[in-house]
């Protein structure tokens, strides 16, 4: 935008975009983008340990998070205790996060700005993912230490 911007004759920094309240949102959201990327990482690379290969990893990785897609609809529109079940699956704390740190900033009454009602606080979408973080990382630990660490 800057390269093009200079090529144009046009301001390359405008002032009613690099207001503090910006560069805030700006902070928050990719804080919050980096916290749900390394969960999914730390998922993908459990993966790996647990069946000692990368490319594996990857397809639990990417497998995992587009199965619980399906079965969290699933579970979701069988209602009761599938549907409390559901609520409770890492891809619920991760979807709405981000529209709940920083979905007052969006522009109001699009999509990037709407969150279902049932969607988890940003604290509870933190403590969901540090819990599901630990259980990989405990899983991932445990296994290398028993399985590769011969002392």
Known sequence: GIVVAALTGNDAWTAGVWSGDFLQVLAKGAGTAWLIASFYL????????????????????????????????????????????????????????ITRVVGEALVPGTGLASRGDGAPSAGQSVAGIAIYSAIFLLITLVVAQRRDVTA
């Not at 459990?46 to 497998?63: K, P, Y």
């Open 42 to 97: 730390l998922f993908a690379y459990a993966a790996a340990v647990v069946f000692r290969s990368a490319a594996v990893g990857i397809a639990v990785g990417i497998g995992g998070t587009l199965a619980q897609a399906v079965v969290s609809s699933i579970f979701n529109g069988l209602g009761g205790t599938w549907k409390t079940l559901a609520e409770h699956f890492p891809i619920t704390y991760t979807n709405g996060f």
